[in-house]
């Protein structure tokens, strides 16, 4: 098959989810045959303003150039993937619509940062059709990788379906609930990482986003017989999404 043409793009971020492409050092070599970069900033001065086939977008969009990068980007592109909870959610930045822009920008920045036109961070979904998210904190190297591969073949990947605390089980954690009495979100949220941190002996704050499944309630139940309020909760998942990103998902099933 020909060459795929794929575009890697930041917005507002930390850039760790680029990063985690690019230390896929022996796979991306291997992929240079497969894959043409169109762009990619970290990685190559190449950069086209042609079409391409799929777009990787990180990051949140937190100021006008990012909106008028992202309408360009999908124009551009066939398939549009959301890389990272900040591109999916809205990340730490949105975190629940409580951070001001203008505040922040007072606090970090005093007078100076009057001359930046931040906006409260959104979703790409907010402006754009997006095809295929893929979250995480950064996202995990080999569900990227899986995606680039399916993206090959014309579709998309499947990523966990179950919470995190199937991943905690299968690494014999004792539970942060259960045991210490702690706020942990892994029954709430997608798994797929490896509950790294619970694993750490620390409690998940939900950053992989809401997993879809039928027990949320009874997992709310659970939390709330353990004196763990809904507001507790809601504020905690919220921590990495406007409520409208995951919060929907939230609302829905936590009522
Ligand atoms: S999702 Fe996490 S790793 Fe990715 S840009 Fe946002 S803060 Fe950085
Ligand atoms: S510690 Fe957290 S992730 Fe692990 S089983 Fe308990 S609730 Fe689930
Ligand atoms: S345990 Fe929770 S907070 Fe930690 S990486 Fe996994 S999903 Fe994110």
Known sequence: MDQLMIGVFGLTGCAGDQLTLLNCEDELLSLTEKVRWSSFNMATTTESAGRMEVALVEGSVCQPDDIALLRDVRERSNALV?????????????????LDPAVLEDAVYGQEGRQFEALRAQPLSTYVQVDFMLPGCP???????????????????????????????????????????????????????????????????????????????????????????????????????????MGEILEREFD
């Open 82 to 98: 959301a890389l990272g909870t900040c591109a999916c959610f809205g990340g730490i930045a949105a975190m629940d619509g409580r």
């Open 139 to 245: 996202v995990e190297k080999e569900q990227l990788l899986e995606t680039v591969a399916s993206l090959l073949k014309g579709s998309f990947p499947e990523i966990p379906r179950t919470p995190v605390c199937a991943d905690c089980v299968a690494r014999e954690n004792l539970c942060l609930v259960i045991e210490r009495g702690e706020v942990c979100c892994g029954a709430l949220t997608r798994g797929g990482c490896g509950a790294r941190c619970p694993t750490l002996d620390m409690p998940c704050l939900g950053c992989r986003g809401p997993v879809e499944d039928a027990y949320y309630r009874v997992k709310r139940h659970f939390l709330g017989s353990r004196g763990v309020t809904r507001e507790i909760i809601r504020r905690k998942m919220l921590l990495f999404s406007t409520p409208a990103g």
